[in-house]
């Protein structure tokens, strides 16, 4: 973690689950932090020593104006997102195009704008999904959307070689994060839910968002720098089964 000291990280989705877990992280491992996310309060709770920024990084206006006063950094993590569930058939579409806004369009903006912001031998981690790499039932927005953070990954990696950024996705399965909690609590079966949810990986448990968090500090260091164009799996073994 030494390696992340004195490197100015931007994390989005600060406010809780993995973004909040990561920006802990990465202030422990002295990097020097800009926390955006929809809720100052939370943000606030999260690291209040850090700089904070309240933004829906899917307005292009908000970001473009970040942009401008934001300073140098050596790295972003962008983990805000949303999960939405549902068949192609039976997700409404403004369902569909708010999932799109908050987990593609929402990392395409900040690399649009902030792409210039990066100095050189920076890094880039964006947060994807298990789910992007292999469709499962009831989750096509989600699925889709994250599939495009993958890609996105990838065609930022060979834009950005040229000035020695790199850019990568990680792929969690599910976590244990408020966004899940959501989730379980709206089910008919919560515990049943839970467990097939626990299944779906050979561990047979959840990931925390500290084991997430660990993996992005790694690839935001100087310890992973011939690492880019990468989706990383980190599923409890899920990849290695589907």
Known sequence: MSSLRGK??????AGSGIGRAAARLFWDGGADLVLAGRRLAELQETLWVAKHVPLDHSDEAAV??????????DGM???????????????PIAAFDATLAANLRGPWLLCHHLGPR?????????????IGLRAIPDSAAYSVSKAGVHM???????????????????APGPVH??????????????????????AVNPLNRLGTEVEVALLAAH???????????TVIPIDGGADAVF
């Open 77 to 91: 993590f962008l983990a805000a997102g949303q999960l939405v569930t549902g068949s192609v058939a039976s997700t």
């Open 118 to 130: 990066l100095r050189e031998g920076g890094s880039v981690v964006l947060v994807g999904s298990n």
């Open 152 to 170: 996105l990954a990838r065609v930022l990696a060979l834009e950005w070689a040229p000035r020695r950024i790199r850019c990568n996705a990680i």
């Open 64 to 73: 473009a104006a970040f942009a401008e006063q934001c300073p140098e950094l």
């Open 177 to 198: 994060t408020p966004m899940v909690d959501t989730r379980l609590a709206a089910s008919e079966d919560p515990g049943a839910d839970l467990a097939r949810l626990s």
């Open 219 to 229: 690839l935001l260091s100087d310890e992973s720098t011939w690492t880019t164009g």
């Open 8 to 13: 100015r990280i931007l994390v989005t989705g």
